[in-house]
């Protein structure tokens, strides 16, 4: 069984100052998926990054990055130079490619930028 | 950018009616979902949809529920004689290939259909 585990509920940061929300997570698949989603006050789900478990780098996507340690389980989002848009709930998923490969969502930490 | 189009954005029924949810995926996409979302609480996954019929289920998705691709373009989901306790927010989302495998294979979610039942 795969199980995602997000330990912040709620994390507060200055504007313009960097942030890391933190995601653990627990499989026995060697091949698998995680994914960082953004959930603003008016409901979407937006994807920000993605990375592969055999990826060599960490991933990427403009102010995003994800530090992923493969032999501590963690796979933290790195959010840089935070913007009052920022504020929103981060969750945290995990695919596997072997047996159920839907992801699974942690339940989420609460982000405020302050201004 | 191509998006994942959700109707009605907010959906009020009385208690035992049957609702249906609507999606239109991204065009090119190949794999349907539907999740929800109880307020204050994690995304659950209900089913996935692919080549016309259910590739997989929770415990959630029980004989209550139902999805069916009735064209080329949309995606349903049916809820029948609905309870207090389906009041939540439901995701459709769509993803090009199987989701997971291989780099980029995000879903892409719509914004939500927000169900309340009285």
């Known amino acids: 069984a795969q199980k995602i585990t997000q330990t912040q509920p709620g994390m507060f940061v200055q504007e313009k100052e960097a942030v890391t929300l933190d995601c653990t997570y627990d499989?026995?698949?060697?091949?698998?998926?995680l994914f960082w989603y953004k959930q603003p006050s008016s409901g979407e789900m937006i994807f920000l990054i993605y990375?592969?478990?055999?990826?060599?780098q960490n991933a990427t996507e403009g102010r995003y990055s994800l530090n992923f340690q493969k032999a501590r389980k963690s796979a933290n989002l790195v959010i840089s130079a935070s913007q009052l848009g920022d504020s929103a709930m981060y969750f945290c998923?995990?695919?596997?490619?072997?047996?159920?490969?839907?992801?699974?969502f942690g339940r989420g930490t609460s982000l405020i930028v302050h201004p | 950018e191509p998006e994942v189009t959700q109707t009605p954005s907010h959906q009020v029924t009385q208690m035992g009616q049957e609702v249906i949810l609507r999606c239109v995926p991204i065009s090119n996409h190949l794999y349907f979902y539907w999740y929800r979302q109880i307020l204050g609480q994690k995304v659950e996954f209900l089913v996935s949809f692919y080549n016309n019929e259910i590739s997989e289920k929770s415990e959630i998705f029980d004989d209550q529920f139902s999805v069916e691709r009735p064209d080329g373009s949309n995606f349903t989901l049916k809820i029948r004689s609905t309870k207090l306790e389906d009041s939540a927010m439901y995701f459709c989302?769509?993803?090009?290939?199987?989701?997971?495998?291989?780099?980029?294979?995000?879903?892409?979610f719509g914004d939500g259909t927000r169900l309340s039942i009285l």
């Open positions: 990375q592969g478990s055999y990826d060599q």
């Open positions: 499989t026995s698949d060697p091949s698998y998926g």
């Open positions: 998923a995990m695919s596997q490619s072997g047996g159920s490969y839907i992801p699974t």
């Open positions: 989302a769509s993803s090009e290939r199987r989701a997971g495998t291989g780099r980029n294979q995000p879903q892409h």
